[in-house]
């Protein structure tokens, strides 16, 4: 599959967000569309340990298109990229990359699934978080929470 590169992108510092947008754009070219940043803390608590509150999260998507097997090059290299912004050994950003077409939302992961995870290679995953049937959103039991809310669909919608 092809489709536009996304990375979803979760910070609190807007100076961290800044500086790794300046690098990814460098890296990945122009921006298509760049989403409305949201609180995140409201869906988990799972990164409090590691990255604090207030974390807030938005979505970039590019002009780039990229195929399926391209997302474990990019994966790996915006792990580069988190690593560069560590504080006290934990990430200040988070970065997941994926592709979006009309046909679907696909993220990147080091995480394996057990039958909703496909196997890229070089320890990187595909894991469809929506598909998308016209102006429809189809979620699966493993979408992540901030993927079902609609105010996100509209964005992936207008910008696919």
Same mark, same amino acid.
């Given at each position: 599959?092809?489709?536009?590169?996304?990375?979803?992108?979760?910070?609190?510092?807007?100076?961290?967000?800044?500086?790794? #947008?300046? &690098?990814?754009?460098?890296?990945?070219?122009?921006?298509?569309?760049?989403?409305?940043?949201?609180?995140?803390?409201?869906?988990?608590?799972?990164?409090? #340990?590691?990255?604090?509150?207030?974390?807030?999260?938005?979505?970039?998507?590019?002009? #780039?298109?990229?195929? $399926?097997?391209?997302?474990?090059? &990019?994966?790996?290299?915006?792990?580069?990229?988190? #690593?560069?912004?560590?504080?006290?050994?934990?990430?200040?950003?988070?970065?997941? *990359?994926?592709?979006?077409?009309?046909?679907?939302?696909?993220?990147?992961?080091?995480?394996?699934?057990?039958?909703?995870?496909?196997?890229?290679?070089?320890?990187?995953?595909?894991?469809?978080?929506?598909?998308?049937?016209?102006?429809?959103?189809?979620?699966?039991?493993?979408?992540? *929470?901030?993927?079902?809310? $609609?105010?996100?669909?509209?964005?992936? &919608?207008?910008?696919?």
């Amino acid at each position: 599959m092809k489709g536009n590169l996304i990375i979803a992108i979760m910070y609190s510092d807007k100076r961290v967000y800044g500086q790794v #947008k300046d &690098i990814l754009i460098k890296e990945y070219g122009e921006i298509k569309a760049e989403s409305d940043e949201y609180d995140f803390d409201q869906f988990t608590s799972f990164y409090e #340990k590691e990255m604090g509150k207030g974390l807030v999260k938005r979505f970039l998507i590019f002009v #780039k298109d990229i195929e $399926k097997k391209d997302l474990i090059e &990019i994966k790996n290299k915006i792990t580069e990229i988190e #690593k560069e912004f560590l504080k006290d050994e934990n990430r200040t950003i988070n970065l997941d *990359p994926g592709y979006i077409n009309g046909d679907e939302l696909v993220l990147a992961s080091f995480k394996s699934g057990t039958n909703y995870k496909e196997d890229l290679g070089g320890g990187v995953y595909a894991h469809k978080v929506l598909e998308f049937k016209e102006k429809n959103v189809e979620r699966f039991w493993h979408t992540f *929470p901030d993927y079902r809310v $609609k105010e996100n669909q509209d964005f992936f &919608i207008d910008n696919i």
